[in-house]
Every structure is written in C-alpha cells, then in structure tokens.
C-alpha cells in the first residue's frame, strides 16, 4: 500500500516527539508500506515567526512572509528524516518544491494548482522514506509560497490524490473527529465517519481538526480522509462520500468560531445598487463577508448589518469609510463569536433550528444575527456566552449519548 501521513504541530513538537513519530513511521514501514509523509512546523513556531516579523513591520511583505513562514515545516522534515535514517531507514526530506507543488500567486494564501510527481516516485522506487515540509509549493516566478494556516493538510490531500494514494491520514493530538471541540465539552463523542459536506461546514465554521480547504480538495479529488491521534491506536475517524447511515443523524456536531467581528451600518441611503457597490468594494480588498441582515426600510433609509473575520476588520473599517456619503453611521463588534451546528439530516427534518433557538432563550442567549443552509445553522452571539452556548446545544440535540 501507499500511505500519505501528515503529522501536525502538536506530534513534532519537540525533539521527543519527532522521536516518537519517527517510531510510528517505522512500523508501517515495515509492515510493507511505501510511505509519504507530510509534516508541520513544530507547534507554535510558525506564529513565533510571524511575531518576528511582526517585530519590524506591521504589514510585512507576504512573499518575505512565505519565504520566512516556510521554513517552519523545512526544520521538522529535515530532523525526521535524520532520526529515521539514524534507524537504519532509507529517507529522504523535501521542501515543497521539490516535491513537485506548483501554486498559484497569492501569496500567503497560494491554491495548489499541479503537483509533478517524478521526484517523489523516483525516491520511492529507490525505498526511500520521503518526507515532506508541508504548507508549501512554488509559484511560476520561482517563489515560495504558503497554503494558509493549516495547510499542511492540504499538501497532504493534494500528495494523496495526486499519488493516488491508499490511504491518507491526518495525525493530530485527538483520536478523530468529535461532535464538539472535547476542549471546550469533555462530554463530546467521537464520530466513527462523517461527511465531506459535513465536515467542510464544521471546519469552516471553527473546527480546526481540518483545514478546510483540505476536505474541499478531498472531497473534489474522492481522496478519502481518515483522522486520528499520533499519542494513542485507534481506528480514527474517516472522512468521505455522504451514506444513507449519516442522513439518519439529525445532528453531526458543534462548532465554535471566535475568528468573527460584526459590521451594523446605520441609515444607509435606500436605492438601487447601493448594496452591490458595498459588497463589490468589499470583495475587492479580499474581505470575506459572511452573514448579511438588512432590515425592512423606514423612510428614506435602511439598516445593514454583516460579519467579517476578526483579522479582517481593519479593511473592513477602511471601505465602509469610503461610503460616508451612503451611510448614517458605522459600528464595529469584535465581541461576538459564531456558533454553529451541522448535520446532513437537517435536510430531511423540521424542527431543528426552533430547538436551537429556544435552548438559547432559556439560556438567556441573544441570538443576533442567523443564517441557514441544507446542512447548518450558525447564530451570531456575545463572545462570552460562546463555549455556553456550545455546550447547551450540544446537550440539546443529545449529542452525549
Ligand atoms: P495539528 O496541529 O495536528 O494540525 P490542530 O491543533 O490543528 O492539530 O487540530 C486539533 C485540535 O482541533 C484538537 O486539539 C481540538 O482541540 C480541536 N478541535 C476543534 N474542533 C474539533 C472537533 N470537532 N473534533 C476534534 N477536534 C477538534
Ligand atoms: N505551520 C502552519 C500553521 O501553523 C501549517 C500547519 O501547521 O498546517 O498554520
Ligand atoms: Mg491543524
């Protein structure tokens, strides 16, 4: 079998444990496998570098910041595959770039646009270990970009489906996947499967067991996912195509995500367009905007409100400034959290969402702003009440048993 492994942070986070993944490399090593392995920086490292940065500039270059963010993953690679060859293995260690991933240009950010192969396959011929820095490919000018935060899972679905790997598996410092973070409720249970659309909603909406960038590629490439702990044996959780079994659950998970700022403009002059023209500007800076509430107009004018990442609210400010002409006022909530919950058999049952709501209410939760897909509801709620209001829902829909 061929087998992509990725290790993250947490697994490669000192020397011991660089030691203890190198062990379990080992024995799937030689149990036959041929073995791929994507591996993260040591955890913490990569916002250490940022903080560096950050020491001489505010707004860094990000081809610097991809050159700098990139070595990270470089230092654990290199040191496993020293360790494994001190065991006697045959390993090899690369950056993203020779392992053949072409990106696009933004950097940062970059989407992997091609992987060549060749060079991982020659290694693999010759029975070598081949360990790769995740995180990061090359653009075509020759310079190294990155994935996201993350992205090393990314790198490790890309290598698996364009390998056509058996298996590809995501070592973290949890033995799966479970209903809600088990940081913020102990009492939450793992999922022995669940859904790419699942966990593409769960991982987007906070959940960051997986990128979600990862399980969108997986689910385009048909690469199946299977997560699990590089602490502990386990069969882990998989991640793939949605079965009739998972329709039956009403209720797959919880997600927090504290990443959220609102965005309410008031008076904001009624006409045509004026919406589009916000919005356009909006997306011309890179800013994702989420949930969108307008009120019904009174008058001349009308209320606006919408969420945007936390990091994201400088910009956000600097556009709706641009509109001073538009709008009455601006007010800026960086005090709210985005609380979500998903599952494919909301599709095919009523009644989820007026639950959600009421165990709110009898929590004395304000529910401020709500927004709905086939397979989700996310409220907008006060920050603090956040991990609460996790735990409510999650007892609400007996997610615990
Ligand atoms: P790595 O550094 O290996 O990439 P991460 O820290 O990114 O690992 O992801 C693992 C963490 O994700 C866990 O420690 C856990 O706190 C968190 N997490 C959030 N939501 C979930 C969930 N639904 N199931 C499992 N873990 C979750
Ligand atoms: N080291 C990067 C990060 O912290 C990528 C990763 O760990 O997947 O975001
Ligand atoms: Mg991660």
Known sequence: MLIVQKYGGTSVGSLER??????????????????????????????????????????????????????????????????????????????????????????????????DTAFINSCLEEDNIVIVAGFQGINNNGDVTTLGRGGSDLSAVALAGALRADACEIYSDVDGVY?????????????????????????SLGAKVLQNRSVELAKKMGVKIIAKSSFSDGAGTIITQESEQMEAVLVSGIALDKNQARVSLRDVVDRPGIAAEIFNKLADEQINVDMIIQNASK?????????????????????????????????????????????????????????????????NINIEMISTSEIKISMIIDEKYGELAVRVLHETYKLDQ
């Not at 990000?62 to 690679?77: F, N, P, Y």
């Not at 409720?185 to 699942?198: F, G, H, M």
């Not at 008058?299 to 709008?327: C, M, Q, R, W």
């Not at 800026?332 to 599709?347: A, L, R, T």
């Open 18 to 115: 660089i030691e203890n993944v190198a062990n379990r490399i080992a024995k799937t090593k030689s149990q036959g496998n041929s073995l791929v392995v994507v591996v993260s920086a040591m955890s913490g490292e990569t916002n250490k570098l940022i903080e560096y940065a950050h020491h001489f500039s505010k707004t860094p270059s990000k081809r610097e910041m991809d050159i700098l963010l990139s070595s990270g993953e470089r230092v654990t690679a290199s040191l496993l595959a020293i360790a494994l060859q001190e065991m006697g293995y045959k390993a090899k260690a690369m950056t993203g770039r020779q392992a053949g991933i072409r990106t696009d240009n933004s950097h940062t950010y970059a989407r992997i646009e091609s992987i």
């Open 179 to 203: 209903t809600t973070d088990p940081r913020i409720e102990p009492k939450a249970k793992k999922l022995n499967t669940i859904s790419y659309d699942e966990m593409l909603e769960l991982s």
């Open 299 to 363: 008058e001349e004018t009308t209320n606006l409100g919408f969420t945007v990442p936390y990091s994201e609210l400088e910009g956000a400010k600097k556009v709706i400034d641009t509109f001073n002409h538009d709008i009455g006022g601006a007010d800026y909530d960086e005090n709210v959290c985005k609380v979500s919950i998903v599952g494919v058999g909301m599709k095919s049952h009523s009644g989820i969402a007026a639950k959600a709501f009421s165990a709110m209410a009898d929590n």
